[in-house]
């Protein structure tokens, strides 16, 4: 009899247990819901104004939902401006500046961590140092120098002052301080170069950090704004945020226009950061623990 009861308390126990997980499964999956669609009301909120027509933009009863819904506007976006080119810039700027800033970081990471040198930490407190120097600060004494180089309204103009990138280099310089030294001596001793150190074995040790640098440094050229609009006037060099402003002045019913535009803007960023985030989670923690 004490068996039985004893059976029967075990299996209310385990019946507890598995309705509490149940019941906290549920919790969590209503808090991810409610977290997804307080971060989402924004796009959903633009994507929803970006589909209304002209006549809905005024309409009481048509505060949220489109009553006559148009995809229209996104066609207008490139027919009232280049869009097309302004994507195409944004993207060849993005993507060297990402290209140059991961080379750059990772050789400068490579030569504050494997290489003796005079004045190394020196230098490298230094390349810290003007993460605290606000962009504004500097941006006039830039615009005029790249003025008297005769460097404006090119694309290069945008791409040379972000080769290099201060966090980047102190990321990737973090994610090295977690390898010993013995990898490099080891490698000297088989005879290899310094450059096949870096482009054959440091590169893979870094692949979680150099997804993250990837992300982050493509998604800084993409949003680039204040610099591409006071050294580009010409729509061959403009990038596509530019261009979004300029929707406001090429038509009197723009804010339905400019909101397809910030749509359209946003897919290429969005991409990146769904394809790259479990990368950038990697690489950001990559230098936490030092083995």
Do not use: H
């Not at 029967?8 to 549920?26: A, L, P």
């Not at 970081?105 to 930490?121: H, M, P, V």
């Amino acid at each position: 009899m004490a068996a039985v009861i004893e059976k029967e308390k075990k299996k209310t126990s385990k019946g507890r247990y598995r309705q509490s997980q149940r019941n906290q499964c549920i919790l969590l999956l209503l808090l991810n819901v409610l977290f997804w669609i307080f971060v989402m009301f924004p796009i959903i909120y633009g994507f929803l104004m970006a589909i209304k027509s002209s006549a809905d933009l005024y309409n009481p009863a048509a505060k949220l939902i489109p009553l006559n819904p148009t995809f229209s506007n996104f066609v207008d976006v490139f027919k009232l401006a280049p869009i097309g080119r302004y994507i195409l810039n944004s993207l060849i700027v993005s993507v060297a500046i990402t290209i140059f800033q991961i080379l750059t970081s990772s050789l400068a990471a490579f030569a504050f961590r494997f290489l003796k040198f005079r004045f190394s930490n020196i230098l490298y407190a230094l390349i810290l140092a003007t993460m605290m120097i606000p962009g504004e600060a500097i941006i006039i004494s830039q615009f005029l120098m790249v003025s008297a180089w005769n460097w404006t309204d090119t694309l290069y103009v945008l791409i040379i002052p972000y080769m290099v990138s201060a966090f980047n280099i102190f990321l990737c310089r973090q994610a090295l301080d977690s390898f010993p030294y013995e990898v490099y001596e080891a490698a000297k001793v088989d005879g290899c170069s310094n450059v096949n150190f870096v482009f054959t074995i440091m590169i893979l040790l870094l692949k979680p950090t150099l997804g993250a640098m990837a992300v982050q440094s493509f998604l800084s050229g993409w949003n680039m704004y204040m610099w591409p609009l006071l050294v580009t006037n010409l729509d061959e060099a403009r990038t596509v945020q530019i261009g979004i402003s300029m929707l406001n002045s090429v038509d009197s019913q723009s804010l339905v226009l400019m909101v397809a535009g910030v749509i359209i803007c946003m897919i290429p960023s969005l991409m990146i950061f769904v394809f790259g985030q479990r990368n950038m989670v990697k690489g950001l923690t990559a230098g936490a623990v030092k083995g």
